[in-house]
């Protein structure tokens, strides 16, 4: 009788993975963000990821994502395929692991984040339609070298001037200075962060002001993980406020005041932002987190020209901070705005969301 029901019980445990295998929905489509002509790897409208890779020598072979790493099958002619469980919606990094090597997927556009250049996926969210493509009027992102005395180089930023700003000859506009994140770039926002679409097209409905966003290397990677605590601020203050922000006032069509720049940033960028804007309250009006901490009403209380504090979160992170954060600065005088990415976490989408909703605020 015993071994019977331990039959039975390791037929249902095997009925039950075999079922749970069969549910994957076979509506698979190549990404996005593929490679030209590449059709893996490819996204399921659960939000798996699937790819390929020919590999016969390999002895095993793993999808990297989220974290998790999924084993991938080889077939007879030495092609491993695999997926992984569904996604959040949004963009992600992620890498194949080949015998131990981690490397990009060869079917992948190349993106920098997590330290390094390597591979991206786009899971599709039903509000992508905020950095899609369309038929409006597109401005310039403009990739520039401005000189840095206090770190002997030439430091790079990307520029993005709004529809129309190479047509008018004495119009001036705003600035949005926009961080990345920790073990980012100044090619996040404009890449992986659609910045330059986003605006396009809040600009094209009516929706923001036309502004400039400036978006340049925080100085980030230096910093170990874990070790945020001992981040000091200062040299990459330095460049922002002494180096780069008069580089863009000189060599561009800016409205060059306090009550005229805002400054945001995600994760480690809002971090930045957060310290830096404490640090001179005197230059930027309007200040943006985007899942990258809180103000209190007692650290703002010098701020007197002090425009917007918009905070934001995914709501897989910590939103009920972020919101009674919010609730607080109002309570204490303050124009604060929070949001909630539903849906998401520590990741791009929830920073899409945030710039977009951010950027219709700004200098009204």
């Given at each position: 009788m015993k071994r019977i029901l331990i039959s039975i019980?390791?037929?249902?445990?095997?009925?039950?993975?075999?079922?749970?295998?069969?549910?994957?929905?076979?509506d698979f489509q190549p990404s996005p963000v593929n490679q030209p002509g590449r059709e893996f790897?490819?996204?399921?409208?659960?939000?798996?990821?699937?790819?390929?890779?020919?590999?016969?020598?390999?002895?095993?072979?793993?999808?990297?994502?989220?974290?998790v790493k999924y084993d991938l099958v080889k077939d007879e002619s030495g092609l491993w395929t695999g997926e992984s469980a569904p996604q959040d919606v949004g963009f992600h990094y992620y890498q194949?692991?080949?015998?131990?090597?981690?490397?990009?997927?060869?079917?992948s556009l190349l993106f920098f984040?997590?330290?390094?250049?390597?591979?991206?996926?786009?899971?599709?969210?039903?509000d992508q339609d905020i950095?899609?493509?369309?038929?409006?009027?597109?401005?310039?992102?403009?990739?520039?070298?401005f000189p840095s005395k206090s770190t002997n180089t030439s430091r790079r930023a990307f520029v993005y001037t709004p529809p129309g700003y190479d047509k008018a000859t004495s119009e001036r506009y705003p600035v949005l200075y926009l961080q990345h994140g920790y073990c980012e770039n100044e090619t996040s926002w404009p890449s992986q962060g659609r910045a330059n679409l986003i605006m396009d097209n809040l600009i094209a409905e009516g929706k923001a002001k036309p502004f400039?966003?400036?978006?340049?290397?925080?100085?980030?990677?230096?910093?170990k993980f874990g070790g945020l605590r001992n981040f000091d601020i200062k040299p990459f203050q330095t460049v922002l406020l002494d180096e780069l922000i008069p580089y863009i006032d000189d060599n561009f069509r800016t409205l060059a005041n306090q009550e005229n720049r805002a400054m945001a940033g995600l994760s480690m960028g809002g971090f930045e932002t957060r310290l830096i804007t404490l640090n001179r309250p005197d230059v930027f009006a309007y200040y943006g987190l985007f899942s990258g901490g809180v103000y209190k009403s007692?650290?703002?209380?010098?701020?007197?020209?002090?425009?917007?504090?918009?905070?934001s979160c995914g709501s897989k992170e910590r939103p009920d901070g972020v919101n009674a954060a919010a609730n607080e600065l109002r309570n204490g005088g303050f124009?604060?705005?929070?949001?909630?990415?539903?849906?998401?976490?520590?990741?791009?989408?929830?920073?899409?969301?945030?710039?977009h909703q951010m950027a219709q605020l700004l200098f009204k």
């Open positions: 019980a390791v037929f249902l445990i095997w009925s039950a993975s075999f079922c749970f295998a069969q549910t994957i929905i076979e790897p490819q996204v399921n409208s659960e939000g798996r990821v699937r790819t390929q890779i020919m590999a016969p020598d390999a002895k095993y072979v793993q999808l990297d994502i989220g974290g194949l692991n080949i015998d131990g090597a981690s490397v990009p997927d060869p079917g984040g997590a330290c390094r250049w390597g591979s991206g996926i786009e899971i599709p969210s039903n950095f899609a493509l369309k038929e409006v009027p597109h401005g310039h992102v403009h990739e520039i070298l400039i966003i400036v978006m340049t290397y925080g100085m980030t990677n230096e910093i007692e650290e703002l209380v010098d701020h007197k020209n002090l425009k917007l504090v918009f905070l124009n604060a705005v929070s949001y909630v990415s539903e849906g998401t976490a520590h990741e791009f989408h929830t920073w899409r969301r945030s710039l």
